[in-house]
Nanobody, 123 residues
């Protein structure tokens, strides 16, 4: 069974930075695409950044391009999201997700495994 646990959320000032981590277990990295998603109050969950098991391609939502960076560690059992130049509109619950779907996509419906989420608040 795939287990995903996020950490690193918190509060930040606009223009500041945060780094999210997702500890992944019970999956085969070579067959699972990983991604970060977020959900603001009253809004639908949306894709933020996703990464192919081979490290490429990587896709970002237009709203975070140039500010956020998705990556994995050398063991490929931890997923990161470096968030710079934060804006108040980045506020929301951030989720780590995984899928065996061969299509690398920002669509939430492509993902079967989800973490519990970590809150990010930017003021």
């Amino acid at each position: 069974d795939v287990q995903l646990v996020e950490s690193g959320g918190g509060s930040a000032q606009a223009g500041g930075s945060l780094r999210l981590s997702c500890a992944a277990a019970g999956y085969t990295y070579t067959t699972h695409c990983l991604g970060w998603f977020r959900q603001a109050p009253g809004k639908e969950r949306e894709g933020v950044a996703v990464i192919d098991p081979d490290g490429s391609p990587i896709y970002y939502a237009d709203s975070v391009k140039g500010r956020f960076t998705i990556s994995t560690d050398n063991r490929k059992d931890t997923l990161y999201l470096q968030m710079n130049s934060l804006k108040p509109e980045d506020t929301g619950m951030y989720y780590c997700a995984a899928t065996t779907n061969v299509v690398v996509s920002l669509r939430t419906t492509n993902y079967s495994y989800w973490g519990q989420g970590t809150q990010v608040t930017v003021s």
